[in-house]
């Protein structure tokens, strides 16, 4: 139990700490790695959840039905909707839908419930607004979103499809 | 240069008349302490650079080209933060202590010798005047930490002074054998004597201790025990903001820069070139290249090596670093004897 | 004239700061008037071309035994109020000490005369430092006390650690050479255990 020759010579000449700073000194000379955000981004993955987006049928009509199954389910309480009463059972649709984007957990739950793939977490996250007020997003908010990020939406969804 | 020292000296005792000596020595004080302050601040870009690049980051690189101007936008921010004093500090001491980091690092400055002549004073005492002033920054550390009236705060400032404290005496012996082998105290003398050989070859443990006890008497990482984020919230500076904060960060860069200077001079043969043909190059940029070496092992062990536990430390400082550089003044002794270099 | 001018601002600073250090009230405050009229002194010593005790002074005074006071006085908690409560009753009886003692001062301040070869102080001899000339000194003419002084400091360090050194039996201790001795084979030990028979 007691230090050999050699083990005491390397602990002398500091052997252990002069290879750490070897490792240190190895890896400044590396690449960095930093992605500077506002000019670059990292690519986001199709499941990405960001903001929320009501979509619409290529016809220009809304996809959701106000069936409300993506209220029950939510876990936040982030949603409320207010069905339409004057809309016939055919194309049935909303007058309000809110989202609270402060109560929001973005789990996506209401996405997987939507029977008709209405509602959709899009690849924006940079929602950063000025007052909490703002935070708060209607319907129209949502359907300008969907037009704001179709493209990218329907690329996402037809990229996950498979999986589903 | 000497015609244009005496056209100064001339012109200046025209207009000062008897005081002309005092103003002189202003300039010459301002003369060295204007690029000192301009190193410490680029000091603090280096390292986060440096660390950047060891850790495979970038470091800051959005004020000025390559971050240049990142030291000045970090002054600003400091000049223009407001002072905080807690209600139930000691507001003098509170307020005198950051200053009293500051100065001895900057008071040292005068006996060090960038080149061949080239020293504010080139007192005869220069090694033991510098010791003798740094050792003053601890005071600096104690009334801040107390003067802060938080727990936190003292408990740092107690840890940082029994520090200093302690690996002053490691750095003291391990300087007296570079004394005893010049013969002199000045730094002039212990780097000219340095000629043949620099003085790291024959003492290099003792500048091993030299240089690791430098680091804990800086109180840079893996010896930052005083300031200690994770047990001492930020140790005798807790309470410390903007400018009053910025002194104490000023006071451990020019520490830092300090000994390095010290080091240079000590170990490394000051302004002396490696090889003689290599003399064509100033003195004072190979001074500046060594002490830049050193302040780059200074962010590099910062990178590489976790902190220390404090009993460890002590440990370190009284039974390691004090018997090795007693042994070596006992060795360096002895040689000396046998070879009649006394 | 400037010299003496600098001369006289330091005398008053040490004067002065020596001063508070018995008149503050908070002993702190006190310790640190102390450091201040350490470091006034230095420089008065720098005065007189004395830089190497200067230097001394500086390092030993203020670098480690002020320190180790502050380091005191900052952890005890005491109240001056409480001590200071009585004074009044005390005065006559310090009055009467410092008496008797400003009596002694002024007697042999008036009746001393230096020797003549101390009268005036010794030039420092050409191309001999001041630092240079305490050495040869302390280690020729003086060395015997010199030694013994040191010896007797020795004995006082040793002592101290003796009297506060205490070791327990049931404390465990970390032995920092044994733990960079220990090796793989001592540490780890493989054991093959069944599934559903380990422990």
Same mark, same amino acid.
């Given at each position: 139990?007691?230090?050999?020759?050699? @083990?005491?010579?390397?602990?002398?000449?500091?052997?252990?700490?002069?290879?750490?700073?070897?490792?240190?000194?190895?890896?400044?000379?590396?690449?960095?790695?930093?992605?500077?955000?506002?000019?670059?981004?990292?690519?986001?993955?199709?499941?990405?959840?960001?903001?929320?987006?009501?979509?619409?049928?290529?016809?220009?009509?809304?996809?959701?039905?106000?069936?409300?199954?993506?209220?029950?389910?939510?876990?936040?309480?982030?949603?409320?909707?207010?069905?339409?009463?004057?809309?016939?059972?055919?194309?049935?649709?909303?007058?309000?839908? @809110?989202?609270?984007?402060?109560?929001?957990?973005?789990?996506?739950?209401?996405?997987?419930?939507?029977?008709? @793939?209405?509602?959709?977490?899009?690849?924006?996250?940079?929602?950063?607004?000025?007052?909490?007020?703002?935070?708060?997003?209607?319907?129209?908010?949502?359907?300008?979103?969907?037009?704001?990020?179709?493209?990218?939406? @329907?690329?996402?969804?037809?990229?996950?499809?498979?999986?589903? | 240069?000497?015609?244009?020292?005496?056209?100064?000296?001339?012109?200046?005792?025209?207009?000062?008349?008897?005081?002309?000596?005092?103003?002189?020595?202003?300039?010459?004080?301002?003369?060295?302490?204007?690029?000192?302050?301009?190193?410490?601040?680029?000091?603090?870009?280096?390292?986060?650079?440096?660390? &950047?690049?060891? $850790?495979?980051?970038?470091?800051?690189?959005?004020?000025?080209?390559?971050?240049?101007?990142?030291?000045?936008?970090?002054?600003?921010?400091?000049?223009?933060?407001?002072?905080?004093?807690?209600?139930?500090?000691?507001?003098?001491?509170?307020?005198?202590?950051?200053?009293?980091?500051?100065?001895?690092?900057?008071?040292?400055?005068?006996?060090?010798?960038?080149?061949?002549?080239?020293?504010?004073?080139?007192?005869?005492?220069?090694?033991?005047?510098?010791?003798?002033?740094?050792?003053?920054?601890?005071?600096?550390?104690?009334?801040?930490?107390?003067?802060?009236?938080?727990?936190?705060?003292?408990?740092?400032?107690?840890?940082?002074?029994? $520090?200093?404290?302690?690996?002053?005496?490691?750095?003291?012996?391990?300087?007296?054998?570079?004394?005893?082998?010049? &013969?002199?105290?000045?730094?002039?003398?212990?780097?000219?004597?340095?000629?043949?050989?620099?003085?790291?070859?024959?003492?290099?443990?003792?500048?091993?201790?030299?240089?690791?006890?430098?680091?804990?008497?800086?109180?840079?990482?893996?010896?930052?025990?005083?300031?200690?984020?994770?047990?001492?919230?930020?140790?005798?500076?807790?309470?410390?903001?903007?400018?009053?904060?910025?002194?104490?960060?000023?006071?451990?860069?020019?520490?830092?820069?300090?000994?390095?200077?010290?080091?240079?001079?000590?170990?490394?043969?000051?302004?002396?070139?490696?090889?003689?043909?290599?003399?064509?190059?100033?003195?004072?940029?190979?001074?500046?290249?060594?002490?830049?070496?050193?302040?780059?092992?200074?962010?590099?062990?910062?990178?590489?090596?976790?902190?220390?536990?404090?009993? $460890?430390?002590?440990?370190?400082?009284?039974?390691?670093?004090?018997?090795?550089?007693?042994?070596?003044?006992?060795?360096?002794?002895?040689?000396?004897?046998?070879?009649?270099?006394? | 004239?400037?010299?003496?001018?600098?001369?006289?601002?330091?005398?008053?600073?040490?004067?002065?700061?020596?001063?508070?250090?018995?008149?503050? *009230?908070?002993?702190?405050?006190?310790?640190?008037? %102390?450091?201040?009229?350490?470091?006034?002194?230095?420089?008065?010593?720098?005065?007189?071309?004395?830089?190497?005790?200067?230097?001394?002074?500086?390092?030993?005074?203020?670098?480690?035994?002020?320190?180790?006071?502050?380091?005191?006085?900052?952890?005890?908690? %005491?109240?001056?109020?409480?001590?200071? *409560?009585?004074?009044?009753?005390?005065?006559?009886?310090?009055?009467?000490?410092?008496?008797?003692?400003?009596?002694?001062?002024?007697?042999?301040?008036?009746?001393?005369?230096?020797?003549?070869?101390?009268?005036?102080?010794?030039?420092?001899?050409?191309?001999?430092?001041?630092?240079?000339?305490?050495?040869?000194?302390?280690?020729? *003419?003086?060395?015997?006390?010199?030694?013994?002084?040191?010896?007797?400091?020795?004995?006082?360090?040793?002592?101290?650690?003796?009297?506060?050194?205490?070791?327990?039996?049931?404390?465990?201790?970390?032995?920092?050479?044994?733990?960079?001795?220990?090796?793989?084979?001592?540490?780890?030990?493989?054991?093959?255990?069944?599934?559903?028979?380990?422990?």
């Amino acid at each position: 139990m007691s230090l050999s020759i050699k @083990d005491l010579i390397g602990s002398l000449a500091l052997s252990e700490l002069v290879a750490g700073l070897g490792v240190t000194l190895k890896y400044m000379f590396k690449p960095s790695i930093t992605i500077q955000y506002p000019e670059q981004k990292i690519t986001l993955s199709p499941r990405f959840r960001g903001e929320h987006v009501l979509r619409r049928h290529d016809d220009g009509t809304e996809r959701c039905v106000a069936c409300k199954l993506c209220e029950a389910v939510c876990p936040a309480q982030a949603i409320f909707i207010e069905i339409d009463t004057e809309s016939q059972v055919e194309n049935r649709k909303t007058s309000e839908y @809110d989202i609270d984007n402060s109560r929001c957990i973005f789990c996506g739950y209401c996405q997987e419930a939507c029977p008709v @793939d209405a509602i959709v977490l899009g690849p924006n996250c940079e929602m950063t607004t000025e007052t909490r007020q703002d935070l708060l997003s209607n319907k129209e908010k949502l359907l300008a979103n969907g037009e704001r990020w179709k493209e990218q939406v @329907d690329a996402n969804l037809a990229a996950d499809a498979k999986y589903r | 240069m000497a015609e244009i020292l005496q056209v100064i000296h001339s012109f200046g005792e025209g207009l000062f008349g008897a005081i002309w000596p005092l103003v002189w020595a202003l300039i010459k004080i301002n003369v060295l302490m204007g690029p000192v302050m301009i190193c410490v601040s680029y000091l603090t870009l280096a390292e986060r650079k440096v660390i &950047g690049a060891m $850790q495979v980051r970038i470091g800051p690189n959005r004020v000025g080209f390559w971050g240049l101007l990142q030291p000045f936008a970090d002054a600003a921010k400091l000049f223009f933060k407001e002072t905080h004093i807690p209600a139930a500090a000691d507001t003098v001491v509170f307020l005198i202590a950051p200053t009293l980091v500051l100065v001895p690092a900057l008071l040292a400055w005068s006996a060090i010798p960038f080149a061949e002549g080239v020293v504010l004073a080139d007192v005869n005492i220069g090694i033991l005047y510098v010791l003798a002033i740094s050792s003053l920054g601890v005071y600096g550390v104690l009334m801040s930490g107390w003067a802060s009236n938080n727990r936190y705060s003292f408990l740092g400032a107690l840890r940082s002074a029994s $520090q200093m404290v302690s690996y002053e005496v490691a750095m003291g012996f391990s300087i007296i054998p570079v004394v005893m082998l010049a &013969g002199s105290l000045n730094l002039t003398d212990i780097v000219l004597d340095q000629k043949d050989m620099w003085n790291i070859i024959p003492l290099f443990p003792l500048a091993i201790v030299y240089f690791i006890s430098v680091v804990a008497e800086t109180n840079r990482t893996p010896f930052d025990l005083p300031e200690a984020e994770a047990e001492l919230v930020a140790g005798f500076f807790t309470e410390y903001s903007a400018m009053s904060f910025g002194l104490f960060f000023l006071g451990e860069y020019a520490n830092m820069i300090l000994v390095s200077a010290l080091a240079t001079i000590l170990f490394l043969g000051g302004w002396l070139p490696p090889v003689e043909w290599l003399s064509i190059i100033p003195g004072f940029v190979w001074f500046a290249i060594k002490v830049g070496f050193l302040l780059f092992v200074f962010l590099w062990i910062r990178a590489t090596f976790p902190r220390y536990r404090y009993d $460890q430390l002590m440990r370190l400082g009284w039974k390691v670093f004090l018997p090795i550089a007693l042994i070596w003044i006992f060795v360096t002794g002895a040689a000396m004897h046998l070879f009649g270099l006394a | 004239m400037l010299v003496e001018l600098i001369f006289y601002l330091f005398a008053a600073i040490t004067v002065g700061a020596a001063s508070m250090v018995v008149i503050s *009230k908070n002993q702190v405050h006190s310790v640190l008037f %102390l450091v201040l009229t350490f470091f006034s002194t230095a420089c008065l010593f720098v005065l007189i071309q004395a830089e190497f005790l200067a230097a001394i002074l500086v390092m030993v005074y203020m670098g480690a035994v002020a320190v180790l006071f502050l380091f005191v006085v900052m952890m005890i908690d %005491l109240d001056f109020a409480e001590l200071r *409560k009585n004074t009044y009753e005390h005065l006559p009886l310090g009055i009467a000490v410092g008496g008797v003692m400003l009596v002694e001062m002024v007697a042999i301040g008036v009746t001393y005369h230096a020797p003549e070869h101390l009268a005036v102080a010794t030039p420092t001899p050409e191309g001999v430092h001041n630092t240079l000339a305490l050495g040869r000194v302390l280690y020729s *003419k003086y060395l015997l006390p010199f030694e013994m002084a040191s010896l007797i400091l020795l004995v006082a360090l040793i002592g101290a650690v003796v009297l506060t050194l205490r070791s327990r039996k049931d404390r465990k201790r970390q032995d920092i050479g044994k733990q960079l001795a220990r090796t793989r084979d001592e540490a780890v030990e493989v054991k093959k255990v069944k599934s559903w028979e380990g422990a």
